[in-house]
């Protein structure tokens, strides 16, 4: 058997569960789950998928849950160009495309570019926002991220909280540990509190030459993905936050 036994206690604290706890949803004895944290028993393929549901795991992580009990992996990896991904790749294409005059961006789970739409390769492919490239990157870069985001303290205080919960829920990224290390050693950002601004959403403010584009973000996921990196991608959809931005955009448009 692989590293099972430490894989089990590391997501049951992750998740704050004690052994009784999860015992009694998992539905077996605490004696049993503590023979298998301490790798006195070994447990069933069943078990391990079991223990993942409860705990919550996302696929790509039952796969490593399931590996560290030496078994095969339960849900598939797949290119976007292969033949089983034709019907999702279509749909994420037509998300983005019908989303112009506005930006679209689809970010995988490092939060790096998978794809872009007219608009924002437009708007963004000047600051070097293209397939492959990390908005991570982008972000922890003191020169490029205040001079293109003109409230850079505000947004980077709130993206470290956003990257710091979502590799909470994964049991930790590494990636995302460190560009919120990053982000949170800039004096400034590290700094930054929260204020009761009444307004309804935080509006990101970019600069763009001589004009100042204010834009708020919503994000859609596939809500059944079982391949791995689909399940932990995102599509990014900007709005205008003002009536100026409105209209740059829409100026833009062919």
């Known amino acids: 058997m ?26 077996v004895s605490p004696r049993h789950l503590a023979f298998l944290e301490t790798g006195r028993s070994r447990p069933s ?10 705990l ?7 796969n490593g849950f399931l590996a560290a009990a030496g078994f095969a992996p339960q ?36 939060w790096r570019i998978v794809a872009l739409n007219g ?23 003191p020169v490029l991220f205040p001079a293109l985001i003109e409230n850079w303290v505000e947004v980077g205080h709130h993206t470290a909280l956003r990257l710091r919960a979502e590799s909470a829920r994964a049991g930790g990224i590494a990636e ?40 708020f973000s919503t994000y859609a996921q596939f809500g059944a993905a079982e391949e791995v990196a689909l399940s932990d991608m995102k599509i990014e959809l900007m709005f205008p936050a003002d009536d100026h931005a409105k209209a ?6 062919p």
């Open 2 to 27: 692989h590293d099972f036994p430490t894989a089990l206690r590391r997501w049951r604290r992750t998740r704050r569960l004690s052994q009784l706890d999860l015992a009694s949803e998992a539905e």
């Open 45 to 54: 393929r069943a078990m391990v998928l079991r223990l993942a549901g409860v």
């Open 56 to 62: 919550t795991l996302p696929p790509v992580e039952q």
């Open 75 to 110: 849900f598939p990896s797949l290119p976007l160009g292969a033949a089983e991904m034709a019907q999702v790749r279509q749909a994420m294409d037509w998300t983005i495309d019908r989303h112009a005059p506005y930006p679209a961006l689809i970010l995988d789970r490092l």
């Open 119 to 141: 608009p924002a390769r437009q708007l963004f492919g000047p600051a070097g926002f293209a397939p492959g490239a990390s908005l991570l990157d982008a972000l922890c870069d």
């Open 176 to 215: 995302l540990d460190r560009a919120v290390a990053m982000l949170l050693a800039n004096p400034a950002i590290a700094a930054s509190q929260p204020q009761a601004t009444g307004r309804a959403v935080l509006a990101t403010i970019y600069r763009m030459g001589d004009q100042r584009l204010p834009f």
């Open 248 to 253: 740059a955009l829409l100026a833009l448009a």
